[in-house]
């Protein structure tokens, strides 16, 4: 089993920038790969990042990709969102999750823990 708690979230005006950040515990964090999804109210869990359990491959989504970076250490058990010029349409609550044997990866069902997630809200 992996917990997953994020943290980092909240509201923000349109351009601006936040850290989301996700911490893990209950088996080595080095083992899994990581993603953050992101759902916004009445819409499904979309795809925003992923890495790899070295940290040495990254994908985003397209809708993201220049203005996102995920990033991770290995050593504090933790994976970040950094996310600068905020749109409104950034708005959901944003999810972190572990994939155990993936490199990193768009598909949400292929990760197997989840965290409670974290709401952003982009004000215009």
């Known amino acids: 089993q992996v917990q997953l708690v994020e943290s980092g979230g909240g509201l923000v005006k349109a351009g601006d920038s936040l850290r989301l950040s996700c911490t893990a515990s209950?088996?080595?964090?080095?083992?899994?790969?990581m993603g953050w999804f992101r759902q916004a109210p009445g819409k499904e869990r979309l795809f925003v990042a992923a890495?790899?359990?070295?940290?040495?491959?990254?994908y985003y989504a397209d809708s993201v990709k220049g203005r996102v970076t995920i990033s991770r250490d290995n050593a504090k058990n933790t994976v970040y969102l950094q996310m600068n010029s905020l749109k409104p349409e950034d708005t959901a609550v944003y999810y972190c999750?572990?994939?155990?044997?993936?490199?990193?990866?768009?598909?949400?069902?292929?990760?197997?823990?989840w965290g409670q997630g974290t709401q952003v809200t982009v004000s215009s």
């Open positions: 999750a572990a994939d155990r044997y993936g490199g990193g990866s768009a598909t949400r069902e292929l990760y197997e823990y």
């Open positions: 209950g088996q080595p964090f080095n083992r899994y790969a």
């Open positions: 890495i790899s359990f070295s940290g040495g491959s990254t």
